[in-house]
């Protein structure tokens, strides 16, 4: 199974209170990394609303298919996903905000300590 960079899938994944559940995740990395690892490199989307500096909003007009409620991409909440952990694919980001979302995740979690 391909999967495309900027897709929102959902995965059965380990949350902090050491349970699986099913997640919604939107796919970071590149349809030749997702290929060749045979795995993504994802960030986790939550449906809580936190208004902090690691949150990016979701709403319809970014998505190929309406999300069934608002939601937000955790930007510091980044994992790999292997490809037998999907369950099924959801929606796609449009380009122009998938790379919103990655400048933020950057400039957010990857910013150098001064």
């Not at 949350?15 to 990395?29: E, G």
């Not at 099924?88 to 905000?97: L, T």
Request: aromatic share 6%; hydrophobic share 40%; charged share 25%.
């Amino acid at each position: 199974m391909l999967i495309e960079q900027g897709e929102l899938i959902e995965v059965n994944c380990l949350l902090p209170d050491d349970k699986f559940r099913n997640h919604q995740v939107v796919v970071l990395s590149n349809s030749d990394i997702n290929e060749y690892e045979g795995a993504c490199i994802c960030a986790m989307i939550s449906g809580i609303t936190t208004n902090d500096a690691y949150s990016f909003w979701l709403d319809e007009s970014m998505l190929t298919k309406p999300a069934k409620k608002k939601c937000q991409v955790r930007c510091q909440l980044i994992m790999l996903v292997p490809e037998n952990q999907i369950i099924q694919r959801i929606s796609k980001v449009k380009k122009h905000y998938l790379k919103q979302i990655i400048d933020k995740i950057i400039s957010t979690t990857f910013n150098i300590d001064e």
